[in-house]
């Protein structure tokens, strides 16, 4: 079945240091993929998304690219800041039957980064 | 503001009782979803809903409950059923299709 494994955490961080927070996908046809951020208490907040092999989603100077041939979609981030302390969560939009769209996400298990002043 | 209200933010339950966890949405989104995250775990499907009067098991349905009554409302029970309920839930919706899923702010659920 479709799967999404995303890198073990925590990451920690100085501020102003490069992120790569590293996602792989396994999926039939061509899902829609996301990254989605959660500050502590909170519910999950759409980041970043690609639609399709190439995009780039691009959001608050976070950058992921929709690669088919690896099956990857890393966050990236050139300077990170404190304020950016949060668990990442990378997404795909499951395909039903005949390759539509169900509207299920299949999360990873969630990367924690702490960025250190 | 358009979005997701979930509410209680906190609920605690008593062993072998039921308890409704509230969603509510004012985006006129067609699809709601109820997901379940543990500690280290990623967000588990527990059930959705495409349109009004109808829903589905997600890969974690047992022990819980849905009705989709409105559009704008998909509430969750935890049923006695449920044997290990404590845990973050959270709401969303979308409109459907590919696109983004919009999340309410979560309840956290204890066991007394």
Known sequence: ?117 | DGGITQSPKYLFRKEGQNVTLSCEQNLNHDAMYWYRQDPGQGLRLIYYSQIVNDFQKGDIAEGYSVSREKKESFPLTVTSAQKNPTAFYLCASSIGGYQPQHFGDGTRLSIL
């Not at chain 1, 959660?38 to 989603?57: H, N, R, S, V």
């Open chain 1, 1 to 117: 079945g479709d799967s999404v494994t995303q890198m073990e955490g925590p990451v920690t961080l100085s501020e102003e240091a490069f992120l790569t927070i590293n996602c792989t996908y396994t999926a039939t046809g061509y899902p829609s993929l996301f990254w989605y951020v959660q500050y502590p208490g909170e519910g999950l907040q759409l980041l970043l998304k690609a639609t399709k092999a190439d995009d780039k989603g691009s959001n608050k100077g976070f950058e992921a690219t929709y690669r088919k041939e690896t099956t990857s979609f890393h966050l990236e981030k050139g300077s990170v800041q404190v304020s950016d302390s949060a668990v990442y969560f990378c997404a795909l939009s499951a395909l039903g039957n005949y390759g539509g769209a169900t509207n299920k996400l299949i999360f990873g298990t969630g990367t924690l980064l702490a960025v250190q002043p």
